[in-house]
Protein backbone atom coordinates (compact mmCIF):
# COMPACT_ATOMS: atom_id res chain seq x y z
CA UNK A 1 0.00 0.00 0.00
CA UNK A 2 3.00 2.31 1.35
CA UNK A 3 4.07 1.91 -2.92
CA UNK A 4 0.78 3.67 -4.21
CA UNK A 5 1.45 7.05 -5.56
CA UNK A 6 -1.37 8.70 -3.86
CA UNK A 7 -0.65 12.24 -5.85
CA UNK A 8 -0.92 10.61 -8.74
CA UNK A 9 -4.29 8.81 -8.01
CA UNK A 10 -5.37 12.21 -6.81
CA UNK A 11 -4.34 14.22 -9.80
CA UNK A 12 -6.01 12.02 -12.30
CA UNK A 13 -9.63 11.48 -10.09
CA UNK A 14 -9.50 15.44 -10.63
CA UNK A 15 -8.63 15.56 -14.51
CA UNK A 16 -10.70 12.04 -15.47
CA UNK A 17 -12.85 11.25 -12.88
CA UNK A 18 -11.22 8.06 -12.35
CA UNK A 19 -7.32 6.35 -11.44
CA UNK A 20 -5.57 2.82 -11.87
CA UNK A 21 -3.54 1.18 -9.37
CA UNK A 22 -1.93 -0.92 -11.26
CA UNK A 23 -1.33 -4.80 -9.46
CA UNK A 24 -3.23 -3.83 -6.06
CA UNK A 25 -3.37 -7.34 -5.62
CA UNK A 26 -1.56 -10.43 -6.75
CA UNK A 27 -2.49 -13.40 -8.78
CA UNK A 28 -3.00 -15.56 -6.06
CA UNK A 29 -5.06 -12.89 -4.00
CA UNK A 30 -7.24 -12.91 -6.97
CA UNK A 31 -7.76 -16.37 -7.02
CA UNK A 32 -8.41 -16.49 -3.36
CA UNK A 33 -11.26 -13.80 -3.67
CA UNK A 34 -12.59 -16.04 -6.76
CA UNK A 35 -12.77 -19.09 -5.10
CA UNK A 36 -14.85 -17.99 -1.90
CA UNK A 37 -17.38 -16.47 -4.50
CA UNK A 38 -18.86 -20.25 -3.89
CA UNK A 39 -18.62 -20.11 -0.03
CA UNK A 40 -21.88 -18.96 1.05
CA UNK A 41 -21.38 -18.42 4.77
CA UNK A 42 -18.88 -15.20 3.52
CA UNK A 43 -21.99 -13.19 2.45
CA UNK A 44 -25.34 -11.75 3.74
CA UNK A 45 -27.43 -11.40 0.52
CA UNK A 46 -26.77 -12.61 -3.37
CA UNK A 47 -28.26 -10.10 -6.38
CA UNK A 48 -29.48 -11.73 -9.34
CA UNK A 49 -29.45 -8.57 -11.46
CA UNK A 50 -31.60 -9.15 -14.33
CA UNK A 51 -34.54 -9.70 -11.41
CA UNK A 52 -33.90 -6.02 -10.47
CA UNK A 53 -33.49 -4.62 -13.85
CA UNK A 54 -29.79 -3.85 -12.91
CA UNK A 55 -28.47 -5.67 -16.09
CA UNK A 56 -27.31 -9.67 -16.31
CA UNK A 57 -25.12 -10.96 -13.76
CA UNK A 58 -25.33 -11.44 -10.08
CA UNK A 59 -23.47 -10.71 -6.85
CA UNK A 60 -22.94 -11.41 -2.89
CA UNK A 61 -22.46 -8.53 -0.83
CA UNK A 62 -20.20 -9.86 2.14
CA UNK A 63 -21.07 -10.51 5.39
CA UNK A 64 -19.52 -9.11 8.65
CA UNK A 65 -16.93 -9.99 9.92
CA UNK A 66 -15.39 -9.43 6.45
CA UNK A 67 -12.45 -11.90 5.67
CA UNK A 68 -9.31 -10.60 6.95
CA UNK A 69 -7.15 -9.85 3.96
CA UNK A 70 -10.72 -7.23 2.79
CA UNK A 71 -10.83 -6.09 6.16
CA UNK A 72 -7.37 -5.09 6.24
CA UNK A 73 -7.53 -3.45 2.76
CA UNK A 74 -10.81 -1.60 2.85
CA UNK A 75 -8.92 -0.28 6.18
CA UNK A 76 -5.79 0.36 4.17
CA UNK A 77 -7.08 2.19 1.45
CA UNK A 78 -9.46 4.39 3.48
CA UNK A 79 -7.34 7.16 4.44
CA UNK A 80 -5.60 8.48 2.04
CA UNK A 81 -9.41 8.84 -0.17
CA UNK A 82 -10.55 10.44 3.02
CA UNK A 83 -7.94 13.52 2.13
CA UNK A 84 -9.09 13.41 -1.34
CA UNK A 85 -12.62 13.00 -0.20
CA UNK A 86 -12.36 16.08 2.41
CA UNK A 87 -10.85 18.35 -0.70
CA UNK A 88 -13.68 17.37 -2.68
CA UNK A 89 -15.78 18.50 0.15
CA UNK A 90 -14.08 21.88 0.81
CA UNK A 91 -14.26 22.86 -2.75
CA UNK A 92 -17.42 22.08 -3.50
CA UNK A 93 -18.54 23.93 -0.15
CA UNK A 94 -19.80 21.19 2.02
CA UNK A 95 -19.36 20.93 5.57
CA UNK A 96 -18.88 17.26 6.34
CA UNK A 97 -15.32 16.20 6.57
CA UNK A 98 -14.18 12.50 6.76
CA UNK A 99 -12.55 11.08 9.44
CA UNK A 100 -8.81 10.31 9.97
CA UNK A 101 -9.70 6.14 9.72
CA UNK A 102 -12.62 3.94 8.86
CA UNK A 103 -13.33 2.56 11.94
CA UNK A 104 -14.14 6.14 13.01
CA UNK A 105 -15.95 6.60 9.79
CA UNK A 106 -18.12 3.34 10.20
CA UNK A 107 -18.76 4.39 13.66
CA UNK A 108 -20.55 7.56 12.09
CA UNK A 109 -22.26 5.11 9.31
CA UNK A 110 -23.66 2.58 12.68
CA UNK A 111 -24.58 5.66 14.67
CA UNK A 112 -27.12 6.58 11.69
CA UNK A 113 -28.52 2.89 11.30
CA UNK A 114 -26.26 2.05 8.37
CA UNK A 115 -25.24 -1.17 9.59
CA UNK A 116 -25.05 -3.51 6.70
CA UNK A 117 -21.71 -4.30 5.14
CA UNK A 118 -20.64 -3.02 1.48
CA UNK A 119 -17.93 -4.85 -0.19
CA UNK A 120 -18.83 -7.59 -2.63
CA UNK A 121 -17.95 -9.66 -5.46
CA UNK A 122 -19.40 -9.44 -8.80
CA UNK A 123 -19.31 -12.41 -11.33
CA UNK A 124 -20.35 -12.24 -15.03
CA UNK A 125 -20.73 -14.74 -17.90
CA UNK A 126 -21.23 -14.30 -21.77
CA UNK A 127 -24.25 -11.40 -22.40
CA UNK A 128 -24.17 -10.43 -18.91
CA UNK A 129 -23.47 -6.65 -18.26
CA UNK A 130 -23.99 -3.81 -15.43
CA UNK A 131 -26.24 -0.99 -16.48
CA UNK A 132 -24.83 2.67 -15.38
CA UNK A 133 -25.70 3.26 -11.52
CA UNK A 134 -24.71 4.77 -8.67
CA UNK A 135 -23.99 3.24 -5.04
CA UNK A 136 -26.00 4.72 -2.74
CA UNK A 137 -27.27 2.57 0.72
CA UNK A 138 -28.05 5.79 2.84
CA UNK A 139 -27.62 9.11 4.07
CA UNK A 140 -24.06 8.52 4.76
CA UNK A 141 -21.89 8.20 1.03
CA UNK A 142 -18.21 7.87 1.19
CA UNK A 143 -17.50 9.91 -1.89
CA UNK A 144 -15.02 7.13 -3.31
CA UNK A 145 -14.77 3.68 -4.20
CA UNK A 146 -12.69 0.95 -5.46
CA UNK A 147 -12.95 -1.99 -8.22
CA UNK A 148 -10.40 -4.65 -8.39
CA UNK A 149 -10.38 -6.81 -11.51
CA UNK A 150 -9.95 -10.58 -10.43
CA UNK A 151 -9.91 -11.91 -14.01
CA UNK A 152 -7.64 -12.34 -16.65
CA UNK A 153 -8.61 -10.07 -19.61
CA UNK A 154 -8.45 -11.99 -22.97
CA UNK A 155 -7.91 -15.01 -21.21
CA UNK A 156 -10.81 -15.73 -18.56
CA UNK A 157 -12.81 -13.54 -20.18
CA UNK A 158 -13.72 -10.87 -23.42
CA UNK A 159 -15.26 -7.84 -23.50
CA UNK A 160 -16.56 -6.50 -19.98
CA UNK A 161 -15.15 -2.97 -20.15
CA UNK A 162 -15.39 -0.43 -17.16
CA UNK A 163 -17.49 2.35 -18.14
CA UNK A 164 -17.68 5.39 -16.14
CA UNK A 165 -19.89 8.74 -17.48
CA UNK A 166 -20.39 11.75 -16.29
CA UNK A 167 -23.15 14.57 -16.74
CA UNK A 168 -21.69 18.06 -16.16
CA UNK A 169 -24.43 20.91 -16.15
CA UNK A 170 -25.85 21.69 -19.88
CA UNK A 171 -23.38 19.46 -21.89
CA UNK A 172 -23.88 16.23 -23.02
CA UNK A 173 -22.79 12.84 -21.09
CA UNK A 174 -18.60 11.76 -21.48
CA UNK A 175 -17.83 8.88 -21.47
CA UNK A 176 -14.51 6.97 -19.93
CA UNK A 177 -13.50 3.58 -20.74
CA UNK A 178 -10.91 1.79 -18.31
CA UNK A 179 -8.61 -0.70 -19.58
CA UNK A 180 -7.69 -3.13 -16.27
CA UNK A 181 -5.75 -6.48 -15.86
CA UNK A 182 -6.03 -9.07 -13.07
CA UNK A 183 -5.13 -6.93 -10.02
CA UNK A 184 -5.93 -3.65 -11.43
CA UNK A 185 -7.33 -1.41 -9.37
CA UNK A 186 -10.27 1.86 -10.44
CA UNK A 187 -10.97 4.46 -8.19
CA UNK A 188 -13.59 6.38 -8.94
CA UNK A 189 -16.75 8.40 -7.47
CA UNK A 190 -19.62 7.16 -6.02
CA UNK A 191 -22.49 9.59 -7.33
CA UNK A 192 -20.48 13.38 -8.03
CA UNK A 193 -17.13 15.35 -7.91
CA UNK A 194 -16.28 18.59 -8.12
CA UNK A 195 -15.10 19.91 -11.58
CA UNK A 196 -13.43 23.58 -12.29
CA UNK A 197 -15.60 25.00 -15.02
CA UNK A 198 -16.05 28.87 -16.42
CA UNK A 199 -18.35 29.87 -13.63
CA UNK A 200 -16.84 27.94 -10.59
CA UNK A 201 -16.29 24.62 -9.34
CA UNK A 202 -19.46 22.46 -10.38
CA UNK A 203 -21.14 19.04 -9.51
CA UNK A 204 -20.84 16.80 -11.84
CA UNK A 205 -22.67 13.80 -12.00
CA UNK A 206 -21.01 10.18 -12.16
CA UNK A 207 -22.52 6.50 -12.92
CA UNK A 208 -20.32 3.58 -13.35
CA UNK A 209 -21.05 0.00 -14.79
CA UNK A 210 -19.44 -2.69 -17.46
CA UNK A 211 -20.31 -3.50 -20.75
CA UNK A 212 -21.09 -6.54 -22.11
CA UNK A 213 -19.10 -9.69 -21.69
CA UNK A 214 -18.29 -11.43 -24.68
CA UNK A 215 -17.08 -14.47 -23.46
CA UNK A 216 -16.05 -15.98 -20.69
CA UNK A 217 -16.37 -15.51 -17.03
CA UNK A 218 -15.44 -11.88 -15.57
CA UNK A 219 -14.75 -11.17 -11.57
CA UNK A 220 -14.65 -8.12 -9.81
CA UNK A 221 -14.14 -7.13 -6.02
CA UNK A 222 -15.88 -3.79 -5.19
CA UNK A 223 -14.89 -1.72 -1.75
CA UNK A 224 -17.44 0.48 -0.87
CA UNK A 225 -16.60 2.49 2.40
CA UNK A 226 -20.02 3.45 3.72
CA UNK A 227 -22.32 0.70 4.99
CA UNK A 228 -25.91 0.10 4.10
CA UNK A 229 -28.96 1.18 5.88
Known amino acids: MSAIDWERVGAELDDFGCAVIPGLLTPGECAAYLASYANA ?4 SRIVMERHGFGRGEYQYFAYPLPAPLARLRTALYPPLAQIGNRWQRALGQDERFPATHADYLARCHAAGQ ?8 KY ?4 YNCLHQDLYGELVFPLQVAV ?12 EFVLTEQRPRMQS ?13 VFPVHHRPVNGTRGVYRVNM ?5 RIRSGNRYTLGVIFHDAA
Do not use: N, W
Open 149 to 160: LLSRPGADFTGG
Open 115 to 122: LRPTPLLL
Open 207 to 211: RHGVS
Open 41 to 44: SLFR
Open 174 to 186: RAEVVPLEQGDAV
Open 125 to 128: GALD
